[in-house]
Nanobody, 123 residues
């Protein structure tokens, strides 16, 4: 199982980016897919998650609610994170992760990780 994240970059505050994570998973629809982020000197934190196809429910960290949207395409084995109204405090390396079962917010619950993509928001 491999995850490949992309889409990061440098953007001004108030701007938008869309991250993508392509999964080489045969049963992609059985996996919950999530995004975490880690800023320098800080712990890895949960950003957003989407459950396996049965519920299609989504979960967001309070800090990104109303600004970020997670979605998935089970045909393309891809999960997206649309980030709008970006703030300098959103600057971090963003990681996608996967697990069978429900979305959980603890990073130690995930053993499949992408390589990370850098998001930098300038003020």
């Amino acid at each position: 199982v491999q995850l490949q994240a992309s889409g990061g970059g440098l953007v001004q505050a108030g701007g938008s980016l869309r991250l993508s994570c392509v999964a080489s998973i045969r049963t992609f629809s059985s996996y919950s897919m999530v995004w975490f982020r880690q800023a320098p000197g800080k712990e890895r934190e949960f950003v957003a998650g989407t459950s396996w196809s049965g519920g299609d429910s989504t979960v967001y960290a309070d800090s990104v609610k109303g600004r970020f949207t997670i979605s998935r395409d089970n045909v393309k084995n891809t999960v997206y994170l649309q980030m709008n109204s970006l703030k300098p405090e959103d600057t971090a390396v963003y990681y996608c992760a996967a697990r069978i079962g429900m979305v959980l917010i603890g990073p130690y619950r995930y053993d499949v990780w992408g390589q990370g993509t850098q998001v930098t928001v300038s003020s």
